[in-house]
């Protein structure tokens, strides 16, 4: 008999059991505000190099939203690395962990911005256009939390994660 690991445990002592349905409104805060993070740097970074190269609205906001994806998963794929798991099961994790979470902000987020009078023919200077966006991922936030509470106590989404930790 192995006595390296536990039922519950990899030989590092790491719990990887999935959480359970008391996932905590903390929990799901923590992980939205994780992929808020990753989202809105990507997203902001994508508007501003769309804007620059005065691409139109479609190519802008698609750059955009690619970007959130990039920089959503890099953030989890970053941190999960740093656990010691390999890259091929790393991406996996972070895949795994975030996809629902990111789509669903960047629909909200991007459906707000589209919705606002205006907010898409605003140039980073206007109030408009950062006011459209905040309001945008602050919506996502306050609709991502709920879904991401929902899946951690179902082991899914950043319950994934947390078993890393």
């Known amino acids: 008999m192995d006595h390296s690991t536990n039922h519950t445990g990899d030989a590092h002592g790491h719990d990887h059991r999935p959480v359970g349905p008391g996932a905590s409104w903390s929990m799901a805060v923590k992980a939205t505000l994780h992929c808020l993070t990753g989202c ?7 508007m501003v190099i769309g804007t620059a190269l005065l691409w139109g609205n479609v190519p802008t906001m698609a750059l955009a939203i690619a970007l959130a994806f990039v920089f959503g998963y890099s953030f989890t794929l970053f941190a999960v690395l740093r656990s010691g798991l390999g890259p091929r099961s790393a991406v996996k994790v972070a895949l795994a962990a975030d996809t629902v979470s990111i789509a669903v902000m960047e629909a909200v987020d991007n459906g707000i911005i ?29 609709v991502t939390t709920p879904l991401n509470k929902w899946m951690i106590g179902r082991g899914k989404g950043h319950a994934v994660v947390h078993g890393l930790h």
Do not use: K, Q, T
């Open 114 to 142: 589209a919705l606002v009078p205006g907010a898409m023919d605003a140039h980073l200077s206007d109030g408009l256009f950062w006011g459209a966006l905040l309001g945008g991922f602050g919506v996502a936030f306050l």
């Open 40 to 46: 809105a740097v990507g997203e902001i970074l994508g």
